[in-house]
C-alpha cells in the first residue's frame, strides 16, 4: 500500500482545513487508517484513527469536537476535517495504514507527510 497525503497548508487561527490521503494498491478497505501530527522539535503523535470500515473511531484529546476523521473505501481515501484551528495544531501530518485482519498496534505503512500552519 502506498499513502499519499494532500491538503495541507497555512491557515488563521479558528479556520479549517481538511486533509485527504490517497492510497494505493488492493484491498486498501481492509486496513485500519489513522492521521498523526509531528510538531516541531516533538514527537510523532497520532491525532486520531479509524477502522477498516468506519465502525470506530478515536481521537487524542486535544483534537476532540474539532476534528473528524473519515473514509471512502470506494475512493480508497481518508480525511480529515479539521476545525477550529488553534496555532498548536500546526505540524506535519501523516497518514498511516494496517492491514485490519493482523490486530497489530503499530502501523506500517506511511504518507509522505503534509504541512498544516495555523498563525495566531
Known amino acids: 500500500v502506498q499513502l499519499q497525503a494532500s491538503g495541507g497548508g497555512l491557515v488563521q487561527a479558528g479556520g479549517s482545513l481538511r486533509l485527504s490521503c490517497a492510497a494505493s494498491g488492493r484491498s486498501f478497505s481492509t486496513y485500519d487508517a489513522a492521521w498523526f501530527r509531528q510538531a516541531p522539535g516533538k514527537e510523532r503523535d497520532l491525532v486520531s484513527s479509524?477502522?477498516?470500515?468506519?465502525?470506530?473511531?478515536y481521537y487524542a484529546d486535544s483534537v476532540k469536537g474539532r476534528f473528524a476523521i473519515s473514509r471512502d473505501n470506494a475512493k480508497n481515501t481518508i480525511y480529515l476535517q479539521m476545525n477550529s484551528l488553534k496555532p498548536e495544531d500546526k505540524g506535519v501530518y501523516y497518514c498511516a495504514a494496517r492491514p485490519a485482519a493482523l490486530g497489530r498496534v503499530n502501523y506500517d505503512y506511511w504518507g509522505q507527510g503534509t504541512q498544516v500552519t495555523v498563525s495566531s
Open positions: 479509524i477502522t477498516w470500515n468506519g465502525d470506530r473511531t
